[in-house]
C-alpha cells in the first residue's frame, strides 16, 4: 500500500508540474509580441484596412493581437501621393496615441506603406519608435516605370488608365470605407517611379542604404528595419502569381513580382524570403509557399524583436 500511495505522489507532482509548465509557456505565448508601443500596419498601393470582412494583413493582426500586442490598421488612401498618404497616417498616429495614451507608434508598412511610414518618421520622430518597411518601394519600382514610360503625362494612355484606377479604387473604397479619402493613382504612380522615390529620398533619407546592403539602424531616435520577398511564383494555386511572375520579367534582378529587392532595403535588413508580393501580408488568402516561412511567423517574430528592444 506504501508502495501505492508514493506511485501516486510522483504521478500527482509530475501532472502538477507538466500543468505549472504548460500555464508558464500559455503565458509567455500570451506576452510573446506584447510591444511597449502600439503596432501600426500601413496598407500599400490599392490596399485597405478592411474590406467585405478580408484584412488586407491577412491574419496579421489577430495573430499579433493573441501575444499580447496592441494593433491598429490604418487606413489611407488606396491611390496618392506618399506626402498626402502620410498626413493621413500622422492624423491617425495622433489619434492613436491620444486613444491608448501610449507616446509613441511602432509603424510596419507594406509596399506604399513602406515610404508612407518613413514620411511620418521623417516630420514627427518624437512620435515614432520604429519603422519596418516590408517589400516597400523605397528606391522606386521598375513597374511603375515601364506605367509611366507607356502612359506619360497629359496623353491619352494616362487617361485611360487613371480611369480604371479610379475604378478599381471606387470599388475598394466601396467596400472598405474609405470614400471620404482623396484618390489620385498618377499621384500615386509618381511617386513609385525611380524618379518620384529619389526625389522623396532627397527629403527622407533617413535609414535608406547607399548600396543594395542595410542602412543605418537608427536614426533620430527612430529603428528602421526591412524584409522583402524574392519569389513571384510560389504557389500554382494562387491565382495572383501568375501576373505578378509575368511582371517580374521585367526586373532583371532579384523581385517579389512587384519591388526589386534592392529597391525594398531600409534601415538594418532582417531578410529575403521565399515570397512574393502579395505573400509578404499572408496574401491571397494564405496562400504560400509552403516549404517557406509563414508571413504571420514573420510579424510575430518581428513583434518579439521589438519588444526585446523595450520598443
Not at 20 to 48: D, E, K, M, N
Not at 110 to 132: D, E, K, N
Not at 238 to 251: A, I, M, P, Q
Request: proline letters at 3%; a neutral charge.
Amino acid at each position: 500500500m506504501t508502495g501505492f500511495l508514493s506511485r501516486l505522489w510522483r504521478r500527482l507532482a509530475l501532472a502538477a508540474t507538466a500543468a505549472l509548465l504548460l500555464l508558464g509557456a500559455s503565458a509567455h505565448a500570451s506576452s510573446y509580441t506584447q510591444t511597449r508601443y502600439p503596432i501600426v500596419l500601413v496598407h500599400g498601393l490599392f490596399g485597405f484596412d478592411s474590406a467585405l470582412g478580408l484584412d488586407y494583413f491577412y491574419g496579421i493582426p489577430d495573430a499579433l493581437r493573441q501575444g499580447g500586442a496592441t494593433v491598429y490598421v490604418a487606413q489611407v488612401s488606396a491611390a496618392n501621393s506618399t506626402e498626402v498618404r502620410g498626413e493621413q497616417l500622422l492624423a491617425q498616429v495622433k489619434t492613436i496615441l491620444a486613444i491608448s495614451g501610449a507616446s509613441k507608434v511602432n509603424l510596419i508598412g507594406h509596399s506604399h506603406g513602406g515610404p508612407t511610414t518613413r514620411y511620418v518618421a521623417g516630420v514627427a520622430p518624437q512620435l515614432v519608435a520604429s519603422v519596418t518597411s516590408i517589400g516597400g518601394v523605397n528606391k522606386g519600382s521598375r513597374v511603375a516605370d515601364i506605367l509611366r514610360g507607356v502612359a506619360p503625362k497629359g496623353s491619352v494612355s494616362e487617361a485611360v488608365a487613371s480611369a480604371a484606377a479610379s475604378a478599381l479604387v471606387g470599388l475598394i473604397n466601396l467596400t472598405s470605407g474609405g470614400t471620404g479619402l482623396p484618390q489620385s493613382s498618377t499621384a500615386a504612380l509618381d511617386s513609385l517611379t525611380t524618379a518620384g522615390a529619389t526625389d522623396f529620398n532627397s527629403r527622407f533619407p533617413q535609414a535608406v542604404p547607399s548600396g543594395c546592403g542595410s542602412g543605418a539602424e537608427v536614426v533620430n531616435g527612430v529603428r528602421y528595419y526591412s524584409w522583402t520577398g524574392t519569389l513571384p511564383l510560389t504557389n500554382v494555386l494562387d491565382l495572383s502569381d501568375g501576373l505578378l511572375t509575368t511582371l517580374s520579367l521585367v526586373f532583371g534582378e532579384a523581385n517579389d513580382g512587384l519591388v526589386s529587392a534592392c529597391s525594398s532595403r531600409l534601415g538594418k535588413h532582417l531578410g529575403d524570403y521565399r515570397q512574393n508580393h502579395l505573400d509578404e501580408v499572408n496574401q491571397l488568402l494564405g496562400l504560400r509557399d509552403w516549404f517557406s516561412t509563414d508571413p504571420v511567423t514573420l510579424y510575430r517574430q518581428h513583434a518579439a524583436r521589438l519588444k526585446a528592444l523595450g520598443l
